[in-house]
């Protein structure tokens, strides 16, 4: 069974960083697209970023410039290091993933979530 963990979630100051990460793990055979998301209250739930297994970056305009997604094929792991935060920012971040596991076509993988906070 696959599962997505994310981690490195937290309260930070407007301006401040944080470094979000998550890991796939199960029996899986290739992951050829990892993105993040983020749903803030009340809201739909929107795209962040994604980047291919090759390591080609995608970003949507609200955070093009101040958030970097990355991965390492090694370790099935995604990141989004996101600088100079703002108070919008704030949203519970969720990690997506289309893999393909043995005798399985590619499916959608969603993590959990982590709770980002950007506030004084």
């Known amino acids: 069974q696959v599962q997505l963990v994310e981690s490195g979630g937290g309260l930070v100051q407007p301006g401040g960083s944080l470094r979000l990460s998550c890991t796939a793990s199960?029996?899986?055979?290739?992951?050829?697209?990892m993105a993040w998301y983020r749903q803030a209250p009340g809201n739909e739930r929107e795209y962040v970023a994604d980047?291919?297994?090759?390591?080609?970056?995608n970003y949507a305009d609200s955070v093009r410039g101040r958030f970097t997604v990355s991965r390492d094929n090694s370790k099935n792991t995604v990141y989004l290091q996101m600088n100079s935060l703002k108070p919008e920012d704030t949203a519970v971040y969720y990690c997506?993933?289309?893999?393909?596991?043995?005798?399985?076509?590619?499916?959608?993988?969603w993590g959990k979530g982590t709770l980002v906070t950007v506030s004084l």
């Open positions: 997506n993933a289309q893999i393909v596991t043995p005798g399985s076509s590619l499916r959608d993988y």
């Open positions: 199960g029996s899986i055979l290739g992951i050829p697209t």
């Open positions: 980047i291919l297994f090759g390591g080609l970056p």
